[in-house]
């Protein structure tokens, strides 16, 4: 897939619960999203599970949504439909990857 030049890539971070697979395979639970940067709306996502379907269904719930305005909304969506270990890691991670998004938003302002 290529991305368009007003695309980001954001990386969001979470500690997985210690009876995760994810935590035996990788130690921390990772979040990477493709964003349009103007609009915060999510191209592309990926997680670092265990399962290919996993991954796929995570996706599914994150393509095509606004990282900036709807994160309430995603996280509602995983809360509700997401019944795995990670649960908690991914809400976490994406609300780490709107910070760092923003935070990236700030510097490219200020430069």
Same mark, same amino acid.
Do not use: W
């Given at each position: 897939?290529?991305?368009?030049?007003?695309?980001?890539?954001?990386?969001?971070?979470?500690?997985?619960?210690?009876?995760?697979?994810?935590?035996?395979?990788?130690?921390?639970?990772?979040?990477?999203?493709?964003?349009?940067?103007?609009?915060?709306?999510?191209?592309?996502?990926?997680?670092?599970?265990?399962? +290919?379907?996993?991954? !796929?269904?995570? +996706?599914?719930?994150?393509?095509? +949504?606004?990282?900036?305005? !709807?994160?309430?909304?995603?996280?509602?969506?995983?809360? @509700?439909?997401?019944?795995?270990?990670?649960?908690?890691?991914?809400?976490?991670?994406?609300?780490?990857?709107?910070? +760092?998004?923003?935070?990236?938003?700030?510097?490219?302002?200020? @430069?």
């Amino acid at each position: 897939m290529e991305y368009g030049g007003d695309t980001v890539l954001v990386a969001g971070t979470a500690k997985a619960g210690t009876e995760n697979p994810i935590t035996a395979m990788y130690n921390h639970f990772i979040l990477i999203l493709i964003l349009e940067k103007s609009t915060g709306k999510i191209i592309d996502a990926e997680i670092n599970s265990v399962c +290919r379907i996993t991954n !796929e269904f995570v +996706r599914a719930i994150l393509v095509g +949504r606004n990282l900036y305005y !709807e994160l309430d909304q995603i996280c509602e969506q995983v809360n @509700t439909r997401y019944m795995g270990s990670s649960k908690k890691a991914i809400v976490n991670c994406l609300k780490d990857a709107k910070n +760092r998004a923003a935070m990236g938003s700030d510097e490219a302002k200020n @430069t």
